[in-house]
Nanobody
Framework: VQLQASGGGLVQAGDSLRLSCAAS????????MGWFRQAPGKEREFVAA????????QTGDSVRGRFTISEDNAKRTVYLQMNSLKPEDTARYSC??????????????????WGQGTLVTVSS
């Protein structure tokens, strides 16, 4: 399984950005895809996840109400729509795949496959 994230960049506070993560390889038909982020000097943080079959999602506390995760099953792609960006959202955003579907877990140890990440920088 390979994951390719894209869409990062430099934006100003208050702007919006949409990240994409395309999965390829033998993903199976039941899996969960999630987004995590890591800022310099900080631990990796859960952002959002979506279960492919049910469409159920989970969103991290720090981004709830501003970020939305969605999916295009035909393209095996998930999106992270980020609105009202803040400087504290600056981080490398990585997508990950949990091959055990059913619950959009926030625990990173449930995710077996990771993409290389895309950098998001929010200036004040």
């Amino acid at each position: 399984v390979q994951l390719q994230a894209s869409g990062g960049g430099l934006v100003q506070a208050g702007d919006s950005l949409r990240l994409s993560c395309a999965a390829s390889g033998r993903t199976g038909s039941s899996y969960v895809m999630g987004w995590f982020r890591q800022a310099p000097g900080k631990e990796r943080e859960f952002v959002a996840a979506i279960d492919r079959r049910s469409g159920r999602t989970q969103t991290g506390d720090s981004v709830r109400g501003r970020f939305t995760i969605s999916e295009d099953n035909a393209k095996r792609t998930v999106y992270l729509q980020m609105n009202s960006l803040k400087p504290e959202d600056t981080a490398r955003y990585s997508c990950a795949l949990n091959p055990s579907g059913g619950f959009a877990s926030s625990y990173e140890d449930r995710y077996h496959y990771w993409g290389q990440g895309t950098l998001v920088t929010v200036s004040s």
